[in-house]
């Protein structure tokens, strides 16, 4: 048996990963876990990026609309499971922005306080929130793919319909003040509660709750990516046409893994939610829809784990470095020079370029193991 | 015996320009046709009609009985014609048994190839038979970006066999090939002969004479004859369109 493979030493890189997300709660404080969680929730958007940009070929440049998609839906959720909600002079929960701008007289009720409140009502139930969370960037993705891939809309096309529908829906939900509190986003929110137990984002069980989804995220995608379809989704990615004349339907799998990834957003945004405890509109902003393509890029969009890692570590250096004044400003800066430097120097992103190093390790080994063997 | 493809005044017009002008021609099951013709004459444009790549703009194709004019490509393909086109095409970042992967098109649903491991025993005897027969048993772990010419063309038989269609088109398969790679390739041609229809399009007729039983001669989108190498060698009509201008044994 050789032991000392390629497939095993990624395998061995996923373990090292996951053992290391696991024992982290014994060197942090609840603070520091508060933060890596968050990082974990990108990590994850690098994965789903890894999944939609690496393996499918699609630059999806408006993630933050299915990750917002998802933030907004448990937001909306917890907001009315905030005690705010229920101190609004009413028996049923009420948001308290809807009553700053709802007519004089209205009822306090979300049947009817204002035009769209009656919307809310079916959030009462947390679980409903979590169910949409993932229910409707899938179903957007369903739609926006299946109309894009059908008719062979490709490349750099997707990369700007994804971002301007994610800019449009921004705009949207920046308008819709009396529903869902417009610019200023959900806040004071309560918490996601299970069995009784309230996911406080300063509790390392809410750490844990993150740190668990992502890693069975990571794994499920790693799955994924080793089926069949995984292969043929690489195929399509390399040439597309040559694909559909072996009779797959190159639509149907674009869109299949348009909305997995989607989906995964969507959970970050839930996740994320529960660790940052607020849902705002510059979750849609173009930048942050850009920033977790740099992550990808940087840390080796071919490979999952690795643009989870580059996501995890650009936003731990930039933390770092947000401790110093004066690199605060240049920050920008800097994620610019180290994408340029990825690019240049490593078009395969970090994970590629230490993959490469390890190729080269295993072929000397081996070529060692016969020398020997021959003497 | 019953024709498995049947070409009936099939047109295309790009703009005013018909590349296939009223172009008829019938296969029979387990038949190997010759289609050659100069440059520009149609030949590939005749395949991309029959694939589904082209829409074509009159006459009608039918396959197996069906009607499969201006089909979806991967209807077309999923009735039972495979492919190997005129400029090799492989998926260049998957390996060379991944690409024999891939084309092994048992099941082609995003659902049950879930269910799928990328590497599966049971398809393992047929990717190693594709692998003999395209002598590229060493090469399986490499990427097919880094085969050489010949040997790209050769892993594309490979995996129009894993394919396994009941009428393969190939376009100039021997294309660029030493006289060595194609002797070897009219060696897998050969054995392809027989359980699947084949039409190839070739210009070396050396090549042609060491696999042909009937060759169809296009001309401007049209037929212009049809008929075994020395029927069509000694027909003065090809000779004046076109092995007079030097062309057939080589272009
Ligand atoms: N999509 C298209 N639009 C316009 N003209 C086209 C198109 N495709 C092919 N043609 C023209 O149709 C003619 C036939 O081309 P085709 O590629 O079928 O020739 P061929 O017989 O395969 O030639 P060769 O031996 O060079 O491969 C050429 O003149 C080509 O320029
Ligand atoms: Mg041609």
């Known amino acids: 048996m050789q032991l000392l493979t390629r497939t095993n030493l990624q395998l061995a890189a996923y373990g090292l990963f996951i053992v290391v997300v696991m024992l982290l709660p014994l060197f942090m404080d609840v603070f520091w876990l508060n933060r890596i969680s968050k990082y974990l929730v990108f990590g994850m958007l690098g994965i789903a990026i890894s999944m939609s940009w690496g393996y499918a070929g699609i630059l999806n440049l408006g993630q933050g609309l299915f990750f917002g998609f998802g933030a907004y ?303 | 015996m019953a024709a498995i493809l049947e070409i009936e005044e099939l047109e295309v017009n790009f703009r005013g320009f018909r590349a296939v002008d009223g172009f008829s021609m019938a296969v029979e099951e387990g038949e190997l046709r010759v289609l050659i013709g100069a440059n520009g004459a149609g030949k590939t444009t005749l395949m991309d009609l029959i694939t589904g790549r082209t829409k074509s703009t009159g006459g009608k194709v039918t396959f197996l009985g069906d009607n499969i004019t201006n089909r979806q490509e991967h209807k077309i393909a999923r009735r039972g014609i495979g492919r190997k086109f005129q400029v090799p095409s492989v998926f260049k970042d998957l390996t060379v048994r991944e690409n024999l992967e891939v084309a092994y098109t048992r099941s082609l649903s995003v659902w049950r190839n879930l269910a799928v491991r990328a590497k599966p025993r049971r398809v393992d005897r047929q990717i190693e038979r594709a692998l003999e027969l395209s002598s590229l048993t060493e090469e399986n772990t490499n990427l097919a970006g880094n085969l050489s010419h010949g040997q790209t063309q050769w892993l594309e038989l490979g995996m129009v066999l894993m394919q396994n269609p009941k009428l393969v088109l190939l376009d100039e398969p021997t294309a660029g090939m030493t006289a060595l790679e194609t002797e070897k390739t009219s060696e897998i041609i050969n054995s392809l002969k027989g359980e699947h229809s084949i039409i190839v399009v070739e210009h070396d007729m050396t090549f042609v004479r060491s696999i042909c039983e009937v060759i169809t001669v296009m001309h401007l989108g049209k037929k212009l004859a049809e008929g075994t190498v020395e029927q069509i060698e000694n027909d003065p009509t090809v000779i004046d369109a076109y092995l007079g201008s030097g062309g057939i044994t080589h272009a």
């Not at chain 1, 701008?101 to 409903?128: H, M, R, V, Y």
């Not at chain 1, 990615?237 to 989607?262: H, M, P, Q």
């Not at chain 1, 957003?265 to 740099?294: D, K, Q, R, W």
């Not at chain 1, 650009?314 to 340029?340: D, K, M, P, R, Y």
Request: aromatic share 12%.
């Open chain 1, 73 to 375: 839906m448990l937001a909306m959720s917890l907001k009315l499971a905030s005690p705010t909600s229920l101190a609004q002079g009413s028996d049923e929960p009420v948001p308290d922005f809807m009553l700053w701008t709802s007519e004089p007289g209205a009822p306090i009720d979300l049947c009817c306080i204002n035009q769209g409140s009656f919307l809310w009502i079916p959030f009462k139930e947390q679980w409903f929130g979590v169910a949409m969370g993932l229910v409707m960037p899938t179903l957007i993705a369903l739609v926006l793919g299946y109309a894009m891939f059908r008719a062979r809309i490709a490349g750099v096309y997707v990369a700007i319909l994804t971002l301007a529908l994610c800019l449009l829906v921004r705009l949207l939900v920046i308008d819709a003040q009396p529903l869902i509190n417009g610019f200023n986003g959900l806040t004071d929110l309560g918490w996601f509660t299970v069995g009784g137990l309230e996911f406080d984002p300063y509790l390392v069980e809410t750490y844990y709750l993150i740190a668990i989804i992502t890693c069975l995220v990571l794994i499920g995608a790693r799955w994924l990516v080793n089926t069949k379809v995984g292969v043929v989704l690489q195929a399509i990615r390399d040439n597309e046409e040559r694909v559909r004349y072996l009779g797959y339907d190159v639509a149907v799998y674009k869109v299949f893994f348009f909305c997995i990834s989607a989906a995964i957003a969507g959970l970050a945004g839930m996740l994320y939610v529960i660790a940052a405890e607020f849902a705002s509109p510059t979750f849609m902003n173009i930048g942050f829809s850009i920033s977790m393509v740099v992550w990808a890029a940087v840390g080796g969009r071919w490979s999952l784990l690795g643009a989870c890692l580059g996501a995890i570590l650009l936003n731990v250096v930039e933390a770092t470095v947000s401790e110093t004044e004066t690199l605060v400003e240049a920050w920008q800066l800097i994620i610019g020079a180290i994408f340029l430097f990825v690019v240049l120097v490593m078009p395969r992103g970090l994970a590629g370029f230490i993959q490469q190093g390890a190729d080269w390790g295993l072929d000397w080994l081996h070529q060692r193991v016969k020398e020997r063997r021959i003497r």
